[in-house]
């Protein structure tokens, strides 16, 4: 019976660290996970330090982590390109990344326009959350 439960034990550890698409599951939760990731780019834009491109490129590791797929409505997931795009837009140079490159040539009110469309996401999403 010991080796049973230490069966059980592992293969449980295994399925919580794979993704849905891993272990056969459906899409569970992918929404509230968005909804996390993008509550940590809000507060990585309100409480940052330095101008908004630095504050938008910390919210953007948070962005990053998430897929179009994350979304369920067509909408959501236009708004969520649109902003990757925008965070990614220009080639980087030397060895900084796409992010890097896009936020250094980016100015004050393009970087307040993709904040607010990230803060509208944010919102979008918990709407759709408290609809369920």
């Given at each position: 019976?010991?080796?049973?439960?230490?069966?059980?034990?592992?293969?449980?550890?295994?399925?919580?660290?794979?993704t849905p698409e891993q272990?056969?599951?459906?899409?569970?939760?992918t929404i509230e996970y968005?909804?996390?990731?993008?509550?940590?780019?809000?507060?990585?834009?309100?409480?940052?330090?330095?101008?908004?491109?630095?504050?938008?490129?910390?919210?953007?590791?948070?962005?990053?982590?998430?897929?179009?797929?994350?979304?369920?409505?067509?909408?959501?997931?236009?708004?969520?390109?649109?902003?990757?795009?925008?965070?990614?837009?220009?080639?980087?140079?030397?060895?900084?990344?796409?992010?890097?490159?896009?936020?250094?040539?980016?100015?004050?009110?393009?970087?307040?326009?993709?904040?607010?469309?990230?803060?509208?996401?944010?919102?979008?999403?918990?709407?759709?959350?408290?609809?369920?």
């Open positions: 019976m010991k080796s049973l439960a230490f069966l059980d034990a592992v293969l449980e550890g295994i399925f919580r660290t794979l272990s056969g599951a459906p899409h569970i939760m968005a909804h996390e990731k993008l509550m940590d780019a809000i507060y990585s834009l309100a409480t940052g330090a330095g101008r908004i491109q630095g504050r938008l490129g910390h919210a953007a590791q948070s962005l990053i982590r998430l897929k179009p797929d994350d979304f369920p409505d067509e909408h959501l997931r236009r708004s969520f390109n649109g902003i990757l795009d925008d965070l990614t837009y220009a080639p980087p140079q030397s060895s900084e990344g796409s992010i890097a490159a896009s936020l250094r040539v980016t100015d004050d009110e393009d970087a307040r326009a993709i904040a607010n469309r990230i803060v509208a996401l944010y919102h979008a999403v918990g709407r759709l959350i408290s609809e369920r």
